[in-house]
């Protein structure tokens, strides 16, 4: 038995149990001897010095960089630059020795690493390889292929996205296990599917070209992959059980993907991708398929081994919850939205627009953001509180999706340019408040308000502003209290013009069931509703008591019944994914 038992996910043995085994205590075995022996067998020759530097290379970073979940500088992180330097070996056996291990440290470290620790790392290895250039790899068709790829999903092709796509393909030539890491809307899910269409473009094209085949081997191979949400079901579903009554074996997802996979002759490439948190229920069980058994345990008793074209991707926001075992096993790819910025989000997003929203008036939207998006990120992190945490790309995403919520039928209709200039402006100011100001609490409105008054009419220092609004919010009261019209030149009129001043009761309704309209529920309701028919999914946060329920239940009740069905749940601690599907798909005719 070999178990390393002080950490979550494991279990003690039970004394009983311990007795009958001879316990053998292991210890750190030298690193610096087993890089060096790798290394001659690889067909180095100056091996002795090259293992020591990668020895030092991994101590002074654990020593100097960061904590970090995912950092690991054991054995198997060792093993991985070890692999990568005979394969780089392999490809070019005149390049000098310290050059190519000094590429296999970068390739398979740099990933992994947040961007404040990169120059720390480039530091440590400039003083073990002093004057020891890197060359760089020659990836002009792969990002020829990967402009195509993004030209084709409406994407980006920025600097990061391309490095990223790199690092990953470069990762899934050393791992067969591997990580992305990284917060919401820094495009995880996007550099994968980008990179399967990369490998099936070019090996199409080497295809064409009859030189797909090189000693025997593809140069590219195709990429399959299927989607799993781990944490969708539950782990009977996910891995097989036995009934509790016929005690009758039942297979899971995983081991029929991995059974259908394993058994699959093509060449190609298998990707198991499983999309969603990490913890350590799920990922142990994984254990012996990421090490270098390559084999999926069952509790049946049976095992599957994963062919050679297979790979395991996980997908998630952080590490938290894994244990040390599991993250030296799994290569890391880090990602971050700060690196990839909000631009390459808006340019997509005005690529998709509809053609009746014509080129000056793109080019305006451009330029507003581009003026005020910035200011408004920093105003709202430094001086605002938020009911609950958002990131800066998802407040820049609130902003276009209901600003394209709001480019209706009216918008199609009118033909006058200037009219339409005047509409996309003042939508502008509207739609910054309910997007970078909706999530405020009650005084960071007041704080909001003021700041965005003065910072559109060209007010606050440092922040030029030279693009003019016809139309502005009035004076009087604050900006959340005002809606913006498409009518005439378009105006600003305050919510409570919108409400229906006299309360009538439906049939048997009794005055204590009567909802008195108000600002709020007239200003609530209308955002819904917008929302609703542009099919945005809605979160209404803030603190008990202020009727989020009320304006919810309201607005789904008056919708019309022949293009929509309420469905209305509960949750609690108890709630379980399969009661919740099962309840939605009752609802649904078959």
């Known amino acids: 038995i070999t178990m390393n038992p002080g950490y979550a996910g494991r279990s003690e043995l039970p004394d009983n149990l311990k007795v009958l085994f001879r316990t053998v ?119 020829t292929a990967a402009q195509e790829c993004c030209n084709e999903l409406g994407l980006q092709l920025t600097e990061t996205f391309l490095k990223k796509l790199i690092e990953t393909y470069e990762m899934l030539l050393v791992r067969h296990g591997f990580m992305m890491v990284g917060r919401p809307f820094s495009a995880k899910t996007m550099v994968l599917k980008v990179l399967a269409g990369v490998l099936n473009k070019l090996t199409d094209k080497h295809e064409a070209m009859g030189d797909l085949i090189q000693d025997g081997d593809p140069i590219y191979r195709r990429a399959q992959y299927s989607i799993i949400n781990p944490k969708s079901i539950t782990m009977g579903q996910l891995f097989g059980q036995f009934d509790p009554v016929s005690h009758e074996w039942t297979d899971g997802i995983v081991p029929n993907e991995f059974r259908r996979m394993a058994t699959d002759t093509s060449p190609d490439r298998h990707w198991v991708w499983f999309d969603g948190p990490v913890d350590t229920l799920w990922i142990e069980s994984m254990n012996t398929v990421l090490d270098d058994n390559k084999k999926l345990c069952l509790m049946s008793g049976e095992i599957i081994a994963m062919s050679g074209t297979m790979s395991l991707i996980f997908e998630n926001m952080d590490l938290s919850q894994a244990s040390p075992a599991t993250v030296s096993r799994c290569g890391m790819i880090y990602l971050e939205p700060v690196q990839l910025g909000w631009r390459p989000l808006v340019a997509s997003w005005l690529h998709a627009l509809p053609a009746f929203v014509t080129a000056p008036l793109r080019e305006l939207l451009q330029q507003m953001l581009e003026t005020f998006a910035d200011p408004l990120l920093d105003f709202v992190r430094k001086q605002c509180t938020l009911f609950m945490p958002v990131d800066n790309l998802m407040l820049v995403n609130n902003f276009l999706r209901f600003f394209r919520a709001h480019c209706t039928d009216v918008f199609a209709a009118e033909t006058n340019g200037k009219v339409l200039d005047g509409w996309v402006r003042g939508l502008f100011l509207y739609s910054v408040v309910w997007s970078f100001g909706s999530a405020l609490d009650g005084n960071s409105r007041k704080l909001f308000d003021a700041y965005f008054r003065r910072l559109y009419a060209n007010e606050v220092e440092d922040v030029p502003v030279d693009i003019k609004f016809p139309v502005a919010f009035p004076d009087d009261g604050l900006v959340y209290d005002y809606v913006f019209q498409t009518q005439g030149k378009g105006k600003f009129k305050k919510w409570i013009q919108t409400v229906n001043e006299s309360l009538e009761l439906k049939r048997g309704q009794k005055l204590k069931d009567a909802l008195v309209p108000t600002v709020d529920t007239a200003r609530y309701m209308a955002l819904l509703g917008v929302l609703i028919e542009a099919k945005l999914p809605v979160l209404f946060v803030g603190p008990t008591g202020t009727g989020k329920s009320v304006y919810a239940t309201e607005k789904i009740m008056q919708l019309p019944k022949d293009a929509y069905s309420p469905m209305f749940l509960t949750f609690s601690a108890q709630t379980s994914a399969n009661a919740t599907q099962n309840f939605i798909m009752g609802k649904l005719d078959k």
């Open 25 to 143: 205590a292991m210890m750190v075995p030298n690193y610096a001897m087993i890089a060096e022996i790798q290394l001659y067998s690889c067909g180095y020759i100056d091996a002795r010095a090259l293992g020591y530097k990668i020895v030092t290379t991994y101590k002074l970073c654990s020593e100097q960089l960061s904590s970090q979940f995912h950092y690991d500088y054991g054995m198997r992180a060792v093993k991985a630059v070890l692999r990568s330097a005979a394969n780089l070996k392999l490809k070019f056996p005149e390049e000098k020795e310290d050059v190519l291990l000094l590429r296999a440290i970068v390739d398979v470290n740099l990933p992994k690493f947040l961007s404040h620790d990169i120059p720390l790392f480039q530091g440590i290895i400039s003083d073990l390889f002093p004057g020891v250039e890197r060359p760089e790899a020659d990836y002009n068709e792969f990002t």
